[in-house]
Structure formats: structure tokens, C-alpha cells
């Protein structure tokens, strides 16, 4: 799955759907796209707050980017978090113990591990064949017989 096909199919037919699978390539492409749009969100506040005038208060178009900026988070928050889902769904693993990771991941020093086994499930390859959340993204035709 390319660049494009990942942010279409995370954004257009999965926004909020939080059963099946997500492959690597899904994932990692769509955290791209939202750094790069955050980026250039984060560039643009940036210079618009360096050419604007704060003594007389903020500029119309730095509260602009202010408002997309954080119409674009609110935007993402949800499909984030069920694209996480998926791709824990894609380890075997049930979406439930994201949000205990990630419950985990608010206390101090604890935090840094949570953040950590997240990250490395993540990195880590999915389960090969369908699982008891779906079939294989990669390979939907193939079976998980043991004795072929």
C-alpha cells in the first residue's frame, strides 16, 4: 500500500471503523501524512506569529491557522486512534489493551515503557493469515491451515 492509497483508505472507508486489520505499510504511511500536515501547519503558525504585530494582539490569519490547526487535530483524533486499533488488531492483539497503554502511558516514568511496547507493536509484523479479528490485509485470500 502506497502513500496515497494508505491516507485515502484511512480517511475515506475506515475514518472511525475500529474492527479489522491495519497493515504496516497503512500505518506508517498515514502517521507520515499527518506529521508532514502538522508540518506545514506548525511552519505557517510560525511565520505568520513572526511577521504579525502581538503588541496589538494576535493577527486574523495567525487565529486562522489556530482554528484549522485545531479543526485538523479534532479531525484526526478519532481516525488515530482507531488506525492504532487496527494495527494492534493486525498483532492478535485486542484493541482494549491500547487505551490500558495509553492509560499507562499518563504516569510518570511508566509512561516512557507504555510508550514504548506501543511503538513496538506497531514496528512489529502482523500476524500472518486471518486472526480472530480478520483477515490478512496484505494476503485476504490466505488461509491459516496448519495441515495444507
Known sequence: MGFGEAVRTVL?????????????????????????????????????????????????????????????????????????????HDRNISGWWYLGLFILSMIPYIGIIAGIAIFVISVLRGTDGPNKFGADPLRPDARAEVFA
Not at 15 to 38: C, D, H, N, P
Open 12 to 88: 475515506t472507508e475506515k475514518y472511525v471503523t475500529f474492527s479489522g486489520r491495519a497493515s504496516r505499510s497503512e500505518f506508517w504511511w498515514f502517521i507520515l501524512f499527518y506529521w508532514l500536515v502538522a508540518l506545514a501547519l506548525g511552519i505557517i503558525a510560525g511565520l505568520t506569529g513572526a511577521f504579525s504585530d502581538i503588541q496589538n494582539g494576535p493577527s486574523a490569519m495567525l487565529i486562522g491557522v489556530g482554528i484549522i490547526g485545531g479543526l485538523f487535530a479534532l479531525a484526526m483524533f478519532l481516525p488515530m486512534i482507531s488506525l492504532q486499533v487496527r494495527r494492534f
